[in-house]
Structures are given as structure tokens and as C-alpha cells.
């Protein structure tokens, strides 16, 4: 986590010479419409604060978020905007063995949809999880 805040911190500073585009997204509250998940043992509730810190440098995200399975989870991935609200981002990430479709070496593909509308982000993967943000132009 220190490595990943000096990377945010030594990026922020060199924004206004590189970046056309930086957002801060903050947040990560996220719902569940099936509640709980199986671990093999017994069902356990989805973490539902994700505790999400995240920069958007044109289109391409950095973030680190605790994700719904309570683990710690770094993802670098690119937001595909399909017009002004919506889009598609692709993530590559440490966490998520199980559920990704491809496992490149030591990290996962997932994705998700997006939606931006002002500072309200909401991440989903449909009728799984709807994750809340927002976001800060910097």
C-alpha cells in the first residue's frame, strides 16, 4: 500500500505536464443482491465498504480497494467510454483467482461496466454488484 500511495502521490505532481484528464475516485460502497457467498465451509456476508482509492489518467485507472471477499486488491485497467455515461473498463488484477475468465501469470482479468454522471461513479457487474464512488477532477 506505501508503494502504491508514493506511485499516486509522485503521479499527481507530474499531472499538470502529461495528463489531458486526472480524477481522484474515492469511495466504493457497494450492494449485493445475493448477500452472502460460499467459501466452501459456509455462507459469509459480502464486504460492503470497499474502501476504494482510484486515479483516472485519461481513461486509464489505478486503484486499490479492499474488495467484497475482504481481501486487499490493486487493478490497473482502461475505462472504454461507449458515449457520455456509459462504458466498459477491462481490469487486470491481484485478487479474484476464482471468478476471472484469464489468469495471465500473477494477475486476473475481470471487467465491469461503468457509469459516470457529474462525481457519481457506479462500477456493477450486473445482478452481482453495484459499487457507489465518486469522482474528483485534480
Not at 6 to 11: A, E, H, S, Y
Amino acid at each position: 500500500m506505501k508503494a502504491f500511495k508514493r506511485i499516486l502521490i509522485i503521479t499527481t505532481l507530474a499531472l499538470p505536464q502529461f495528463a489531458m484528464s486526472a480524477e481522484l475516485i474515492i469511495g466504493g460502497w457497494s450492494y449485493h443482491p445475493s448477500k452472502t457467498w460460499y467459501d466452501g465451509e459456509k455462507d459469509i456476508e459480502y464486504l460492503n465498504d470497499n474502501k476504494l482509492i482510484a486515479l483516472d489518467l485519461n481513461n486509464v485507472v489505478l486503484a486499490s480497494f479492499t474488495n467484497s471477499y475482504n481481501n486487499k486488491t490493486k487493478a490497473i485497467g482502461y475505462n472504454f467510454k461507449i458515449n457520455k455515461y456509459f462504458g466498459v473498463m477491462p481490469l487486470l488484477t491481484d485478487t479474484y483467482e476464482n471468478e476471472t475468465p484469464l489468469k495471465l501469470g500473477p494477475v486476473n482479468l475481470m471487467g465491469m461496466l461503468t457509469f459516470k454522471a457529474g462525481p457519481v461513479v457506479l462500477l456493477f457487474v450486473p445482478n452481482e454488484v453495484y459499487t457507489l464512488a465518486f469522482s474528483f477532477k485534480i
